[in-house]
C-alpha cells in the first residue's frame, strides 16, 4: 500500500521536500492509515508529520474514547498533535444549519486555521471508496462534468475567516486505495482504529449509498464497480478541466464591461455549443458569487432559458445571486434591494445621494453647462428621491402624463437602474427625472428672467474633480 501512496504522491506532485503536513485525524481506520503511511514517507521526503482532532462532543463517552485513542496514538507514533472540543449542538442552534454540515465547517475552519498559522498542508483520509460514493450521489442528484469529476487528490482552497485569509493546500494520499487495503494494511500492522456508530446509521444518505447501493450493484452488475467508478470520475476530471478552459476564453467574449457588472451579450452566448454556453454561465455565477455552492445543472439551464425569455425576466439562484434579463444582455447581481429615499436640496446647494453613489447640485444659472439641466425654479429648495409606484411623468408639451414605469419601458431603461435615477420634485410635482427632459411646465423659455442649474455626478468622479481641484 504505500508503494501505490507514493505513486499517487509523484502522480499529483503532492509533497515537496520538507514540507509540512498535518493529517485531518478522527481515529477512523482511513485518517489512522494515513497518518502511519506519511509517518512511514517522513524521511525520505524529509516531511514534519503533525495531526489535528476535532471532538465534537457529540456521543458521550464514545466521544471522549475516540480523543483519548488519538491523543495515545499521536503519542505512540511521536506525531505532534492539536485537539479542539466544540459543542457542535450548541453552534448548530445558533447556526441554524444541519448537524452533519455544521460539523463538518465547524472541522474544516479548525483545520485551515491551524494549517494557515503553521504554515502546513492538510492530508485528508478520503479513498477510492470515497470517491465512488461521492460520484454516485453526484449522478443520482444531476450533477455535471463538475460534479462527477468527485474528489480531487489535491486541491488549493482560498480560505477567509475573520483577520485570517490565503491559500490551504490540501492533498488525499489514499485516493487510489480501496477500503479493504486499508484494514488489511492496518490489521498488518497490528494496528487498531475508531469506529463511529454514527456511520452505520442508514438514515444517512452516504451510509445507505455505502452499505445498500454499492453492494447491491456489485452483486447483481459489477463485481468492480468501486475502480469503474474511480475511472469514471477522472474521465471527467479531464473533461472539466477541458471545458474550464475553453469556457473562460468565451466567457470573455461574451462578456460586457460596464460598472464593475457581470454582463454577458445573449447573442453571441447563443453562437458557442450548449456545453460551453453552461461553462459561460457557470464563469458568470462563479464571478459575482464567488464560488458553486449550491448551483446545479438545472440552475444552469434555468439562466440559459432567459435567453429566449423577454427582458424583464430574472431568476434567483442560491447564495443570494439574481440573474436577469435586461434588453440583449444577461446581467449577474447579488440581490440587494434599494431602499426608498427622499433628501431636501437647498438652492444652491449639493447633497451626497449615498444609496446611489452621487451627488446632486442646484446652483442659480442662466444658461445650462455640459451635462447639467435647466429648470424653471423660484423657490430656495427641492426635493430629491427615487421613484416611487405610481409615480407619473410628462416629456412632451401638448401630451398627458404617462405612469413612470411605462417610459422606462419605451425608453429600455434596465430595470435595474430604474431606482437609481434621481427625480427633482417641487410643488408635490416631479419636475425632472434624470436622463430625460424637463416636465414641460418647468423648462425655460427664452423670457424666463432666471433658472435652477441642476448637476448630477457619481461620487467617484466628484472625487476625482477634487483631487484635480
Not at 489512522?32 to 503511511?37: E, I, S, T, W
Not at 445650462?368 to 409606484?389: H, M
Not at 424666463?448 to 442649474?453: I, L, N, R, T
Request: overall charge neutral.
Amino acid at each position: 500500500m504505500i508503494s501505490r501512496v507514493l505513486e499517487t504522491i509523484h502522480g499529483c506532485r503532492m509533497l515537496e521536500e520538507e514540507d509540512r503536513v498535518m493529517v485531518a485525524l478522527s481515529g477512523g481506520p482511513d485518517s489512522v492509515a494515513l497518518m502511519l503511511a506519511l509517518k512511514e514517507l517522513e524521511e525520505s521526503f524529509s516531511l514534519q508529520v503533525s495531526a489535528a482532532h476535532v471532538n465534537h462532543l457529540l456521543r458521550g463517552e464514545e466521544s471522549e474514547e475516540d480523543e483519548r485513542f488519538v491523543r495515545r496514538l499521536c503519542q505512540e507514533a511521536g506525531v505532534p498533535l492539536e485537539v479542539q472540543r466544540v459543542d457542535t449542538r450548541q453552534e448548530v442552534e445558533r447556526s441554524g444549519e444541519n448537524l452533519q454540515s455544521c460539523a463538518r465547517r465547524l472541522r474544516y475552519d479548525f483545520f485551515f486555521q491551524l494549517a494557515l498559522s503553521r504554515n502546513r498542508k492538510v492530508a485528508t483520509g478520503h479513498m477510492l471508496n470515497d470517491q465512488a460514493e461521492t460520484f454516485l450521489m453526484k449522478l443520482i442528484r444531476g450533477a455535471g462534468p463538475a460534479g462527477l469529476s468527485g474528489i480531487a487528490p489535491l486541491r488549493a482552497i482560498h480560505y477567509e475567516q475573520g483577520t485570517q485569509t490565503g491559500v490551504v493546500r490540501v492533498l488525499r494520499p489514499l485516493l487510489e486505495i480501496s477500503r479493504l487495503e486499508i484494514l488489511a494494511y492496518l490489521e498488518d500492522r497490528k494496528q487498531g482504529y475508531r469506529e463511529d456508530r454514527s456511520n452505520r446509521d442508514l438514515g444517512y444518505h452516504r451510509n445507505w449509498v455505502r452499505h445498500e447501493l454499492i453492494p447491491l450493484l456489485e452483486n447483481r452488475v459489477n463485481p468492480a464497480l468501486v475502480e469503474t467508478l474511480h475511472r469514471s470520475s477522472q474521465l471527467f476530471q479531464e473533461i472539466e478541466e477541458y471545458l474550464v478552459a475553453h469556457g473562460k476564453e468565451a466567457f470573455e467574449q461574451c462578456r460586457v464591461r460596464q460598472d464593475g457588472e457581470i454582463r454577458l451579450r445573449i447573442e453571441e452566448l447563443e453562437r458557442l455549443p450548449s456545453i460551453i454556453q453552461k461553462q459561460v454561465v457557470r464563469q458568470g455565477v462563479r464571478s459575482e458569487k464567488g464560488n458553486l455552492d449550491d448551483i446545479t445543472l438545472k440552475h444552469i439551464a434555468e439562466v440559459l432559458k432567459l435567453c429566449s425569455s423577454g427582458s424583464g425576466r430574472e431568476i434567483h439562484l442560491p447564495g443570494g445571486l439574481k440573474v436577469q434579463r435586461e434588453f440583449e444582455q444577461l446581467r449577474f447581481t447579488r440581490e440587494i434591494s434599494l431602499p426608498p429615499f427622499r433628501y431636501q436640496l437647498n438652492v444652491p446647494g449639493e447633497i451626497l445621494i449615498k444609496e446611489v453613489g452621487k451627488s446632486i447640485v442646484a446652483r442659480k444659472a442662466t444658461s445650462a453647462g455640459k451635462g447639467t439641466t435647466l429648470i424653471k425654479w423660484g423657490d430656495n429648495r427641492l426635493i430629491v428621491r427615487n421613484r416611487r409606484p405610481g409615480d407619473e411623468y410628462r416629456v412632451s408639451p401638448g401630451s398627458g402624463t404617462q405612469k413612470l414605469k411605462e417610459l422606462f419601458q419605451r425608453e429600455r431603461i434596465p430595470r435595474s437602474q430604474r431606482d437609481r435615477l434621481l427625480i427633482v420634485e417641487g410643488n408635490n410635482e416631479i419636475m425632472w427625472v434624470e436622463g430625460f427632459p424637463p416636465h414641460p411646465s418647468y423648462r425655460i423659455s427664452g423670457d424666463d428672467p432666471g433658472a435652477v442649474e441642476i448637476e448630477v455626478c457619481s461620487e467617484t468622479s466628484r472625487r476625482e474633480g477634487s483631487l484635480k481641484g
